[in-house]
């Protein structure tokens, strides 16, 4: 009777120790951001400007499309850096995620870059603040640039090609906040600001292009 008791007892304390009911590992959330891969180029230029970015979000939907303008030219070289020493302009680095339609970053997508430099004015003959790069193993791309100066009709602005490996280009600009070029703009979309932090000597530009994959 003793010995019955106690397996009743053994039994109902595993009942109520088992959980109530079943509960799976919660799922890959869509901002979950890929394992650290071993050290890489961009690491160390993250690493060395003191870069962490905030786990994406893509509330906003996918990053809009912009007219390419005129100033386009491809064959640009590929490099991180735009900026060249004696250059005039505020130093800006401007730095983010490339994901996709599931906020998933994109390794390898490629991004391409140009910009008027601090007048105003493009280089059509040369490749001066011009440049393409792939986006690291994590989907981060990385650029050191300057300030954009204005041009007649325009705000500042930093245009940008991206594309996922084997996808599709997704041509767009990039805005300033605060500028009082940007409510006289046609083109300017707010939804194409970037987020800017004041490092004194420089800024830190952050903006996540999330586009089809
Ligand atoms: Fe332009």
Not at 26 to 36: M, S, V
Not at 162 to 174: A, D, E, F, Y
Not at 196 to 205: P, S, T
Request: aromatic share 12%.
């Amino acid at each position: 009777m003793k010995r019955k008791l106690y397996l009743i007892f053994l039994l109902l304390l595993t009942a109520c120790a088992a959980p109530t009911k079943n509960v799976s590992p919660p799922a890959a959330t869509p901002t979950e951001i890929l394992p650290i891969p071993s050290q890489t180029h961009q690491n160390d230029l993250f690493d060395a400007n003191n870069i962490i970015l905030a786990a994406p979000e893509c509330n906003s939907g996918l990053t809009s499309s912009q007219t390419e303008g005129p100033y386009y030219k491809s064959g640009s070289p590929e490099r991180n850096s735009l900026y060249e020493a004696g250059m005039p302009g505020k130093r800006l680095l401007v730095v983010g995620y490339v994901l996709d339609q599931n906020c998933q970053p994109i390794p390898g997508a490629w991004l391409d870059f140009w910009q008027a430099d601090a007048n105003g004015s493009y280089d059509n003959a040369g490749y001066t603040l011009r440049g393409h790069q792939y986006a690291d193993a994590q989907g981060r791309y990385f650029l050191e640039t300057v300030f954009p100066g204005e041009y007649p009709g325009r705000t500042q602005h930093i245009h940008v090609k991206v594309q996922p490996p084997n996808g599709n280009i997704l041509t767009s600009q990039l805005y300033f906040p605060n500028e009082p070029g940007n409510s006289s703009d046609g083109i300017f979309d707010s939804a194409l600001l970037v987020k800017l932090e004041d490092r004194g000597d420089y800024f830190v530009a952050y903006f996540n292009f999330v586009t089809q994959k």
